[in-house]
């Protein structure tokens, strides 16, 4: 995550860092949201003594397919634990339409993964493993539909620091059970040791992860959290790394947090972050060769194309520092030297290639973008391109990555030899704060007809952009919303910002329109199971320009809730 100077985060005990936390709110009455019928225990973790005591999850979902998870905590160490698995199609398992055993060890900190093959597509499935002579908690997944699809639901997550507050959010996302699947955009745990960023939960180790050890066992921490086993436990989830579960502000060749002569080698650095990351996480490797390549595609029917990038670890360039002073703002950049060099990239040259080509191939209605960083331009002053285009805030997202962004602009915009490409949504974390950007080149040019864009009608606009808010990291601190407007003000793409909320996004999609909706729980500072509906914004089809909605309707009927 960024950290330009403009917008401080709250912190707790010394950091190295300081973290960018944006958002914005409009005046937005919020209503309560009904709840689903679901057990309203809230532990803080799981009992530890249990053999499945971090409990189960799914994801990767494919139409035939799906990753199985879990973790085996034998009773004393093993060289090796069987482990039995079963999926059937009701919850008491009844109707069982696969099963089968595999193995772990300590090589792989006894977590298990099973793709779980020749299932029916748009089909929801219950499945339990055992060993040890326990049984786990049954859990509940889904596969992808094929061919017509006419509507998906699901929910948008990122940064969720255990330190910094309760998972709660998690919680009201398990609950809803007419949700297709749960995206995870990235900051999934974080590295800090106590008191760093956050102090309401102590950090397992209690310092900074560095060491395999230190990495499994954050992980394990998160997955003994009761809100994170249940969110896991009911729904599918497609999870892309961002910065944190290795280190902040992470780049090809190192990270603003890490420090080679105490923390080691930043290639082993990763190869142990990502050893570990795909242990304990429900994803496949896309190619155990390359760990750091991640970039995924998932075709939910003819709906949507779902492109999940990896921005971080695979061919970023590094950060380049904002040296610009802004009076009264803090200190920004502008896109000149450095800024505008070609060579510098987020994706690499062989994910743009892969992004463009899926891109322009598609057929669905709706290209979905999963990934970390804000697209959308955010400005200290607003200028167009022609008078330079003004000054930047926060070089650690694409706004550091003008040209890189610029190519992916031309593949939306078309050329000669390749048509443009509408109906593009992209999905973001990292920030914090909740957003609903226009995604324009040239968002401060009025101009249409020399490539500008007008706010009032959302001409010129090539996609949109919704960005969610944390599960618990905190935000920038703007109870008058004064931030924000100001922010708005500068930015006319903007349509919506909030600063001071978490929680998460549910994107309600059909083949006429793309809804998404801002949900926000009352706390993360303590057990809650308050949430209320923030605002809605949406996209129809054809138009790549977002206008205002209204909170949609739950599917009737959903499939029953793991028991």
């Known amino acids: 995550m960024g950290r330009p100077t403009l917008l401080k985060a709250r912190r707790v005990g010394a950091n190295r860092r300081d973290f960018f936390k944006r958002s914005g709110s409009a005046a937005v009455a919020l209503a309560s949201a009904p709840l689903l019928s679901m057990p309203s225990a809230q532990a803080n973790t799981v009992a530890s003594g249990a053999v499945f005591q971090h409990g189960v999850a799914s994801g990767d979902p494919l139409s ?18 069987l482990v039995d698995y079963v999926v059937a199609l009701d919850p008491a398992l009844t109707q069982v339409v696969a099963r089968g055993r595999t193995k772990t060890s300590p090589d792989r900190d006894y977590t298990v993964k099973v793709d779980a093959l020749r299932l029916a597509a748009n089909t929801t499935y219950y499945y339990r493993f055992s060993a040890e002579g326990s049984t786990s908690p049954v859990g509940r997944t889904r596969t992808l539909p094929v061919g017509t699809t006419t509507r ?37 745990l974080y590295e800090y040791g106590p008191n760093t960023f956050g102090s309401l939960r102590t950090p397992e180790p209690p310092n ?3 060491t395999l050890s230190d990495y499994r066992t954050r992980h394990a921490q998160y997955k003994r959290d009761a809100d994170s086993q249940e969110v896991h436990r009911q729904h599918p989830m497609i999870c892309i790394w961002d910065d944190h579960e290795i280190t902040n502000d992470s780049w090809i060749d190192g990270a603003e947090n890490h420090t080679p002569a105490t923390e080691g080698d930043w290639a082993q650095r990763v190869g142990t972050g990502l050893r570990a990351y ?5 994803v496949r490797i896309p190619d155990a060769t390359k760990p750091r390549r991640n970039q995924r595609a998932f075709q939910i029917g003819d709906l949507v ?47 743009e290639t892969w992004l463009a080509t899926r891109l322009r191939t598609s057929t669905a209605k709706w ?8 697209f959308a331009h955010l400005k200290l002053q607003g200028a167009p391109l022609a008078a330079g285009g003004g000054v930047f805030v926060n070089s650690d997202q694409w706004d550091g990555y003008q040209p890189a962004r610029d190519r992916v602009y031309n593949v939306l915009r078309g050329d000669a030899n390749n048509a443009p490409v509408n109906n593009c949504v992209v999905l973001t974390g990292d920030i914090h704060s909740s957003w609903a950007n226009d995604l324009s080149q040239d968002p401060n040019n009025p101009n249409t007809a020399t490539g500008g864009y007008n706010p009032a009608t959302g001409a010129g606009s090539r996609g949109v952009e919704f960005v969610g808010t944390s ?13 924000a407007a100001f922010l708005r003000s500068v930015n006319p793409h903007m349509k919506y910002i909030d600063f001071n909320q978490r929680g998460y996004m ?18 993360v500072a303590a057990i809650s199971n308050v949430q209320t509906f923030g605002v809605a914004f949406e996209v129809q089809l054809g138009s790549n320009h977002l206008v205002p909605s209204v909170q949609t309707t739950p599917r009737a009927n959903p499939p029953l809730l793991a028991p």
């Open 208 to 210: 900074e992860m560095v």
């Open 367 to 374: 290209k979905f973008l999963g990934q970390g960083v804000m």
């Open 471 to 483: 599960v618990t990291s905190p935000g920038l601190n703007d109870p008058t919303g004064g931030t």
């Open 305 to 351: 194309d779902l492109l999940m990038l990896e921005e971080r670890l695979s061919a970023r360039s590094q950060q380049l520092q904002a040296t610009i002073p802004v009076p009264g703002l803090g200190t920004g950049f502008v896109q000149s030297g450095a800024f505008a060099d070609p060579t510098r990239t987020l994706l690499g040259a062989e994910q």
């Open 506 to 523: 549910l994107l309600d999609v059909t083949p006429q329109r793309a809804v998404c909706e801002w949900w926000f729980v009352d706390t």
């Open 278 to 282: 795909y242990e304990w996480m429900p």
């Open 152 to 188: 998906l639901r699901m929910a948008v997550v990122s940064c969720s620091n255990h330190a910094a507050g309760f998972f709660n959010a998690y919680r009201r996302i398990a609950e809803r059970a007419d949700l297709d699947l749960v995206i995870h955009l990235g900051d999934y």
């Open 64 to 81: 035939d397919r799906v990753i199985l998870w879990t973790r085996v905590t034998p009773p004393a160490a093993r060289s090796s634990v």
